[in-house]
């Protein structure tokens, strides 16, 4: 341990000159550029929080007023979507079907390996789809999205794998972390704190950290989907046939992740960007199209799914405030559940 530090004590001393005077150039420049201004024609200097906004590698230069031109990326929706079914949604449904000699309880479920995949091939399908827009858009706002993304998600996983894992000795979703009947007589009290903690990492900072770049990403690519174009501004049939699942995979997101403030949010921001664009002239492609009406449609859908489940006074309890969306997963428990433990009584 010694001879490494001595190792690296002496590299230091001999790399001191070269970071002396790299430091006395910047400073050498700095006074420069005050001096001179923007008459030398020299950049302004790196700013993290400008780059954040407009990444001056990607942007500098580049004329907003010109717009490429736009095609559907059917491709990329349609990966996006088919992962979004078969890994998001599909993950518990695996977990409960497969059987449960193939993954102990002590052990990854498949549900945990689907997880694992959707958390490595989402960030890199929106990674795609900001590269194939056809306006410069912030990539160091992308990046950070994408890196909490993936970092809530990875949280996610493993509140979510325990909970779900919980179904199996009895636990109920439609309830509450202490009003569940495994739950509520644990001995000592502290560990029902600790089960309460996991359903906070799952339910609130998981899912925060997880959709609200989830979002921000859709948002950012949906602000370079205008075109002056009204040709382009079309949809083919194939974003037709992918809009139906595409929007409900989105209703299943808002309500089994209780993030409609932040869906409705999104929405009501895409809106005004629309109204405002119009005014410059400017209408969707049919990339913006296909991700506009999708949302469209989603609010349709949770508009249903409120009236449908109005007076389920179970429900009503567990989610008792202004905003009232069921979680699937909790109808399924509540009701689901009960109806096929009636019939294997039969």
């Known amino acids: 341990m010694r001879q490494l530090l001595l190792v690296l004590l002496c590299l230091l001393l001999s790399l001191e000159p070269q970071l002396r005077k790299r430091a006395t150039d910047l400073r050498t420049s700095a006074r420069t550029a005050q001096v001179l201004g923007g008459d030398a024609g020299l950049e302004p200097a790196p700013c993290l929080l400008r780059d954040l906004l407009h990444d001056p590698r990607h942007g500098a230069g580049k004329n ?50 689907f997880h694992m995949a959707y958390n490595v091939i989402t960030p890199f399908l929106l990674l795609k789809l900001i590269e194939r827009s056809p306006k410069t858009l912030p990539r160091s706002m992308v990046y950070v999205s994408i890196i ?12 979510d794998s325990v909970n779900h894992r919980l179904i199996f000795s009895g636990y109920q979703h439609h309830l509450s972390v ?16 600790s089960f309460e903690l996991l359903y906070y990492y799952d339910e609130y900072l998981g899912h925060s950290m997880w959709y609200i770049p989830f979002f921000l990403i859709l948002f950012i690519y949906f602000t370079g989907c205008f075109t002056p174009v009204e040709d382009e501004s079309r949809m083919p049939v194939a974003a037709l046939l992918l809009m139906g699942p595409s929007s409900l995979y989105y209703w299943y997101l808002v309500t089994e992740g209780q993030i409609f403030i932040l869906y409705i949010f999104t929405f009501f ?32 859908l949770i508009a249903v799914w409120v009236i449908w489940l109005w007076n389920d006074k179970i429900l009503r309890k567990k989610y008792p405030g202004v905003i009232y969306i069921p979680e699937p997963w909790a109808f399924y428990t509540l009701h689901m559940n009960n109806l096929h433990a009636g019939k294997e009584s039969f």
């Not at 007023?65 to 695996?94: E, M």
């Not at 993304?149 to 493993?158: D, E, R, W």
């Not at 005004?272 to 009406?293: E, P, T």
């Open 64 to 113: 907003e007023d010109n717009f490429k031109t736009s095609q559907f990326h059917l491709d990329l929706w349609f990966y996006f979507t088919l992962q979004n079914w078969v890994l998001d949604f599909g993950r518990p449904i695996a977990m409960i079907i497969l059987p449960l000699e193939w993954f102990p309880l002590n052990k990854p479920s498949a549900g945990d390996y």
């Open 148 to 159: 909490m993304f993936v970092m809530g998600a990875s949280i996610h996983l493993v509140g």
């Open 178 to 193: 202490r009003e569940n009947p495994i739950i509520k007589n644990l001995k000592p009290e502290t560990l029902i704190d």
């Open 269 to 300: 921001a895409m809106m005004a960007l629309v109204m405002h664009q119009k005014r410059k002239g400017l209408v969707l492609d049919s990339n913006g199209l296909f991700l506009f009406y999708s949302f469209i449609i989603t609010l349709v």
